[in-house]
């Protein structure tokens, strides 16, 4: 096999120049899926750390109607005390749950007494919250103090866009009108704690408030919990957990329902677009790597056809020269896929120490791209393989050769 | 027994629609470790002859013994496998691997063919480079060399495997008539130091003195057999 590896290295070398831009065009092709492929996966990881971790948790549990519901957050589709009680006690027997924060989910209008608007309100405790989605006070653009406790009783977070359209400021007070579940209107008043900007870019209208104001507010006497986030200590473990709280779940008396953060973030649908893009960067590669090498390993053939009549000659077996030429293409992927791969990681640790920084929403990310070692090591297997098959008819071609033919060929 | 032994051998090419006959029910016999010449003119059918004893091509009709085996009835795989123990080649057009130097070019038959530890691949590689006059060229490669070196390199490389017989199809067409002869005399030498048998063609009555049994050709059919006394 030694032998065979030397022998190809030496048949591609012959030619030089040709060997070399060859290499290079599959060599890029390798370069171009590495690094879209760091970027792009860097761009993913950053973005959906962004929405789990400040906004929707990893995954989340409501009552069954909920989620098809969402647009109108009903407040009659809730947990029952008993019903959270159940929910937390399969939480608690999952090691795989970090933490969890229950929400009351409503929509209210906010007046300064001069002007009224419209606000998505979420209550919360401030602490399970925090726990539960560690960015969320990285969205916080006032001074807050205790990050653990954020907020506090009587007081709101104010989305930026309301803060600029009904001219408020930290400190002030303001009121929330809100209509309860069964129908009567209510009024609090609450200040102003600090001014927070949305993920999901200027057209957020996501207020919070203490969950204590809010069961105030909608006249509750006990917490009525319309949603639980949930943060898992390993985000890999998404689907398994997933699963098992379903099951975990279902096992109760009352129906409830557990989406992933993908099934309730239109993010989802980019992160899938995303990888959309580097399956179309891996067919590219695979296209370039198909024609180059058919194209190089024909022109092989074509030229030594009176060559592969000698060795024939001499006695080397159809399938010893099947190999010989398989080999060639191996050895032509392996050593451009080393080269792109060179390259690649190269490009991505540049970036990496240069730190592309750009604006989502309102949030500011930056791009970091760590090393993809799977996207590597998937790269890899497909250009050999692709090598193979690439060189599969030309290497037939050859075998099957009639030596005395092939000696008379000028 | 006899190393080689062709019964009733025809042989017919169909160029396009109209069959060539190039060999018509020969039959000889070739005795181990002798040094045969084949001698006619082009189209005779000696390129045939060989191409058949090395098992290259299969004849329409007869058979074509060699070492016991009836080489008609082989398949590609065992051919090849065939040619690689028992036939060493000589072409006309030496046919040496231009990457590779004159060592490597010697070396590739048993790189590919017969799995040998290193240290004894490279004492019969050094071994019979000096005995063809080549081994201080060793490290050069075929377009820095003569004719007749690349001959005497093609030899070399014939003989590496060990094989019983050397075919050598007009091995010294393209050299000129001096250095034909050196080759021929390479051969000949070398055919009594291994006692390998050595059949070779040409259409060069002048450098067929060294044969030992000679063969006329002529339309596909032996016209004359001379056979020299040893010594």
Do not use: C
């Amino acid at each position: 096999m030694i032998n065979l590896i030397k022998i190809a290295v030496r048949n591609l070398f012959r030619y030089k120049r040709r060997t070399i831009l060859t290499s290079s065009l599959i060599a890029f092709g390798v370069v171009l899926v590495i690094v879209f492929g760091g970027l792009a996966i860097s761009f993913k990881t950053q973005m959906v750390g962004v929405i789990t971790n400040t906004a929707l948790g990893d995954l989340q549990v409501h009552k069954k109607g909920y989620v098809e519901s969402i647009d109108n957050l009903p407040l009659n589709i809730s947990l029952s005390d008993s019903e959270y009680a159940d929910v937390e006690r399969s939480l608690k027997a999952m090691p795989e749950i970090a933490a969890y924060s229950p929400r009351i989910k409503f929509g209210a209008m906010i007046s300064n007494y001069v002007q009224t608007s419209n606000i998505r309100l979420t209550a919360i405790y401030p602490e399970l919250e925090s726990n539960t989605l560690p960015d969320l006070i990285k969205r916080i653009k006032s001074d807050i103090g205790d990050k653990k406790n954020f907020l506090k009783q009587g007081e709101i977070l104010v989305p930026e866009n309301l803060m600029k359209g009904l001219s408020l400021k930290v400190g002030d007070e303001i009121v929330l009108i809100a209509t309860n579940k069964d129908g009567s209107v209510n009024g609090i008043p609450v200040r102003i704690a600090a001014m927070m900007e949305n993920v999901l870019g200027p057209s957020g209208k996501d207020g919070y408030i203490h969950i204590a104001d809010a069961m105030s507010l909608l006249r509750m006497e006990k917490p009525e919990i319309i949603e639980v986030a949930i943060k898992l200590k390993q985000f890999d473990q998404l689907g398994k957990v997933h699963e098992n709280l379903k099951k975990a779940l279902s096992q109760q008396p009352t129906q409830k329902e557990v989406h992933t953060w993908e099934q309730l973030s239109p993010f989802a649908s980019i992160a899938r677009i995303v990888d959309l893009l580097i399956l179309v960067v891996k067919f590219i590669l695979i296209s370039i790597v198909l024609v180059s090498v058919l194209n190089i390993m024909t022109m092989s053939v074509y030229e030594r056809i009176s060559e592969i009549g000698t060795i024939a000659a001499i006695g080397t077996r159809p399938s010893r020269i099947l190999t010989m030429f398989l080999m060639e293409g191996f050895t032509m992927g392996l050593l451009s896929n080393f080269i792109g791969v060179l390259v690649g990681v190269g490009v991505l640790l540049l970036m990496d120490t240069t730190s592309i920084n750009f604006t989502f929403g309102q949030m500011n990310v930056t791009l970091a791209p760590d090393i993809p070692y799977s996207e590597i090591l998937l790269t890899t297997v497909i250009v050999m393989l692709v090598s193979i098959f690439a060189s599969l008819q030309p290497a037939y071609k050859a075998s099957r050769m009639e030596p005395v033919d092939a000696l008379g060929h000028v | 027994m006899s190393l080689i032994k062709l019964e009733n051998v025809k042989k017919i090419y169909q160029t396009g629609e109209i069959p060539v006959t190039a060999l018509n029910e020969i039959s000889f016999t070739i005795e181990r470790q002798t040094f045969v010449s084949f001698i006619g003119p082009s189209g005779s059918g000696k390129s045939t002859i060989l191409n058949l004893i090395g098992s290259l091509d299969k004849p329409t009709s007869g058979n074509v013994i060699v070492d016991n085996v009836n080489v008609a009835t082989l398949d590609r795989s065992n051919a090849a496998m065939f040619r690689g123990s028992t036939i060493g080649f000589v072409f006309q057009n030496f046919n040496l691997i231009p990457v590779l130097s004159v060592y490597e070019n010697v070396e590739y038959p048993l790189l590919l063919i017969k799995q040998i530890p290193v240290s004894e691949r490279r004492e019969r590689i050094h071994s019979l480079l000096e005995k063809v006059g080549m081994i201080d060229y060793r490290n050069k490669y075929p377009n820095q060399i003569s004719g007749g070196q690349k001959q005497r390199v093609a030899i070399a490389r014939a003989l590496v495997t060990n094989p019983k017989i050397v075919l050598a199809d007009e091995p010294t067409a393209n050299l000129d008539h001096k250095t034909a002869f050196k080759v021929i005399t390479i051969m000949h030498e070398m055919q009594k130091t291994f006692g390998t048998t050595f059949i070779f063609s040409t259409h060069d009555p002048k450098i067929v003195g060294e044969a030992e049994i000679i063969y006329t050709l002529e339309d596909g059919a032996i016209v004359n057999q001379e056979i020299k006394q040893k010594g």
